[in-house]
């Protein structure tokens, strides 16, 4: 997919990567908004794996928001040259024509770069520890990030639900119209986050010329899969109780699912940028739309 639009002059010139995804959905539009002239180039437009191409993507661009992304979990555990290609190498790939062309870079990860045990929420210094492979590939593609364009952020997030894709929100919806009953695991903890929220936040923290380095793009607050189900069905005006509690061992999968994906927004506020506001405001926004 290829798109453009314009806002008020003066913010320049964007591209976005990755622009059939579900972030870049709303992040086109919420850019434009704000004054930049966008280009957004989706996997048939722009190969990010191939160096030339992103040289040519990236020219007479002052601001790039790399969005395209590996993002099959599962698949990647048994194809992880696959996803390595394109969320590390292609990471880098940007990177360095980001850096020839003089534009800044947000590049957007995962909590998957965690190891998922913690009790408290990551701080963006803590030291990464992937357990899949979806998550070593996102790691590699931070590093590549920072070491190839010292003017960028990477923006850790989670979670992610929105209308530009199928998500957790819109599958609970979904079976909510075919059992009379869902199980949803509860020992998974994160924070939910609304995609418009999370374009919305890497907006103002371009516009507010925060810090480079590593932030975190999640919704306030906590929950697990079990606690986000229930809110779906209550807030849609469906009976909460008809979601059950189990537990991961239930649904085994080929990726192992961190169990604590709660992240910290302390570097966000030290930067002045005001962290996404609680999960269930944005949640309760996105059903009422």
Not at 143 to 149: F, G, I, N, S, T
């Amino acid at each position: 997919m290829t798109a453009s639009a314009g806002g008020p002059a003066g913010a320049g010139r964007a591209l976005v990567t990755g622009a059939g995804g579900m972030l870049a959905h709303d992040l086109v539009p919420a850019l434009s908004a704000a004054g930049w002239v966008v280009t957004a180039l989706g996997r048939g437009d722009l190969d990010v794996t191939d160096p030339a191409q992103c040289v040519a993507a990236v020219d007479g661009h002052d601001l790039v928001v790399n969005a395209a992304a590996y993002t099959a979990v599962d698949a990647a555990e048994t194809d992880e040259a696959a996803a390595f290609a394109v969320n590390a190498v292609g990471a880098a790939n940007v990177a360095r024509a980001c850096s020839r062309a003089s534009a800044r870079l947000v590049g957007v990860s995962t909590d998957y770069v965690f190891d998922g045990t913690a009790t408290e929420p990551y701080a963006v210094d803590h030291p990464v520890a992937p357990r899949s492979a979806y998550g070593r590939t996102k790691a590699a593609g931070e590093w590549a990030v920072r070491a190839l364009c010292p003017e960028s952020w990477v923006v850790r997030t989670a979670w992610l639900y929105g209308a530009g894709g199928p998500n957790f929100v819109s599958t609970m919806l979904r079976l909510a119209g075919e059992r009379e009953t869902v199980s949803v695991v509860d020992d998974q903890v994160g924070q939910p986050t609304w995609t418009v929220d999370l374009a919305d936040l890497v907006v103002r923290l371009v516009a507010g010329d925060a810090a480079y380095g590593t932030h975190h793009g999640t919704a306030s607050g906590q929950t697990t899969w079990f606690g986000l189900a229930r809110a779906v069905f209550e807030l849609s005006g469906l009976d909460p109780e008809r979601v059950l509690p189990t537990t991961t061992d239930t649904f085994p999968r080929p990726a192992p699912r961190p169990a604590w994906s709660v992240l910290s927004h302390h570097s966000l506020v030290e930067a002045g940028i005001a962290p996404v506001a609680d999960w269930r405001t944005g949640l309760r926004t996105h059903l009422d739309a």
